[in-house]
């Protein structure tokens, strides 16, 4: 086992190209072995995952939906609420069932639990079985891993690195939309949150191997970029940069759509929105969490705002950016929550009418601050309080949806739906689903679409033409 490497060493200029040198030395050694992957949690995650498809098929490795037949396993998990957890070690024990059967068949498990020590040793001492467990910081050396001895575990996790990995290959999961990392990390230790601790201290990636990078999808036909962070408005701040450039630069290089997730509103600048309001290719949508409508709880997250501040930058983004869509993310049953703090957040969910929300009962995170707070608030109660939240959210969502009924709406058409194969699927600008009747021909382009009807979660519509 790799022992974390407490002191942050200053490597990156060093580690840039390793992953290529990964790529050169090993490929197509485990030719037609067919594996099954498994992605659990956020956008960063899926993201990460398109990097592990990337090493596992140079291997050689083919990808199969039927887990009994795959002679690899790769879990990619999260850690950010107690059922996250539960679903994996549920999971981990079918992988026993099938591995008991099949001498031939390795299982890898990578992402934010890895980085949990209990989970460690949870692993080396109950599930032995496992035979790779690889940390979100050196993703890059599952190839090498992959090659070691397979007939020991092998633990490899550093949870203490500043490296930012250039020259990564993804093998993405659309023609048309791509995640592009330009920072990893998180320094805000929000007292409830465990990413600070999976993904350690901020770092960014150099402005000109993001451009490069947009540049290089636009030039593949890729339509829109997303810029993916944890908090994707602090890039900069470890290298002298400013988001508001990078946006600018990214907008500059023409690809149709840009967007950003997630933004913090501690760090959202006024040069920011005037970035977003400026350039038509930037969507006006922002993903702006609230967490709490209390002063009172949002102290005690540490959020570093109060929701007057909240609502205030929240305002200046409608005045500013013209048709803004503003989603967010609210916990409930917060330690400590009392009823009036949550009468806060129902206020101030009807006074930002929010165009949609992720919605969460708070979950006790091991090595959190908010784990060790005084939590007397029985179970029923918050789960009362998510579903009146719930109500309220969904019939903002729902108003939203509905002020673009019987209009014409560009949207980029990004495939077959799951649902109904006669229908297609895509996302308007201000990132809702639309459920399309129109041509295949459509699919990777930005069409106009009539919106035919409107329901909380999505909406249907149909071909218009092709938008200019
Ligand atoms: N970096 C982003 C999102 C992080 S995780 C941000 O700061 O906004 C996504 C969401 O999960 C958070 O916004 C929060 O609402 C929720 N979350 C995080 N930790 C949680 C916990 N311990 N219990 C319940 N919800 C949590
Ligand atoms: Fe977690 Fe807070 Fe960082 Fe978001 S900003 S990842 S909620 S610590
Ligand atoms: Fe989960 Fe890690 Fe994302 S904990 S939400 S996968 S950063």
Not at 146 to 163: A, G, T, W
Not at 282 to 292: E, V
Request: aromatic share 10%.
């Amino acid at each position: 086992m790799h022992l974390p490497d407490l002191e942050i060493a200053k490597k990156r200029e060093k580690s840039e190209n390793k992953y290529v040198n990964l790529q050169e030395n090993y490929q197509k050694v485990f030719n037609g072995k067919k594996y099954f992957l498994r992605t659990y949690g956020c956008q960063m995650n899926v993201h990460d995952s398109e990097a592990i498809r990337s090493y596992v098929e140079t291997l050689g490795f083919i990808k199969t939906e039927n887990i009994e037949e795959a002679n690899l396993v790769v879990l990619n998990t999260c850690a950010i609420r107690e059922n996250a957890k539960d679903k994996v070690m549920g999971f981990l024990g079918k992988c026993q069932y099938l591995k008991k059967n099949n001498p031939d068949f390795k299982i890898v498990l990578a992402g934010c639990m890895t980085e949990q020590p209990d989970v460690i040793e949870e692993i080396m001492q109950k599930h032995k079985y496992v035979d790779i467990v690889i940390g979100t910081h050196n993703l890059y050396e599952l190839p090498k891993l992959l090659m070691q001895e397979y007939n020991k575990q092998v633990i490899e996790v550093y949870s203490q690195s500043d490296e930012v990995i250039e020259g990564m290959h993804f093998n993405r999961d659309s023609q048309y939309t791509a995640w592009v990392n330009i920072m990893y990390g998180c320094d805000k230790f929000c007292t409830y949150c465990i990413v600070p601790y999976t993904r350690g201290r901020e770092r960014s990636r150099k402005l000109e191997d993001v451009v490069k990078e947009v540049e290089d999808l636009k030039a593949k036909g890729y339509k829109e970029v997303t810029l993916l962070g944890q908090n994707v408005n602090a890039y900069g701040r470890d290298i002298g940069e400013k988001f508001s450039h990078l946006l600018e630069c990214v907008a500059k290089t023409k690809i149709e759509r840009v967007r950003f997730v997630t933004s913090h509103p501690w760090n959202f600048t006024d040069e920011m929105i005037d970035v977003v309001a400026k350039y038509d290719n930037i969507m006006p949508y922002i993903h702006l969490p609230l967490q709490s409508g209390s002063n009172n709880i949002l102290k005690r997250m540490n959020r570093r705002y109060t929701k007057e501040e909240y609502y205030a930058l929240f305002k200046k983004m409608k005045e500013k950016i013209p048709n803004v869509a503003i989603t967010t993310d609210i916990i409930v049953g917060f330690p400590g929550e009392s009823d009036e703090d949550f009468n806060d957040t129902l206020e101030m969910v009807k006074k930002c009418a929010f165009d949609g929300a992720y919605t969460f009962i708070f979950s006790k995170r091991e090595g959190t601050p908010a784990a060790r707070m005084e939590d007397k608030t029985p179970m029923k109660v918050k789960e009362e309080r998510l579903y009146k939240l719930n109500e309220l959210v969904n019939y903002y969502s729902n108003q939203s949806n509905q002020k673009i009924l019987n209009k014409v709406v560009p949207v980029l058409i990004l495939g077959v739906s799951e649902k109904d194969e006669n229908k297609l699927y895509g996302y308007t600008d201000t990132m809702k689903l639309v459920n399309v009747v129109g041509p295949k021909e459509i699919i990777g382009q930005i069409a106009d679409v009539k919106i035919m009807e409107a329901k909380s979660f999505s909406l249907d519509g149909e071909y218009v033409k092709v938008a200019c």
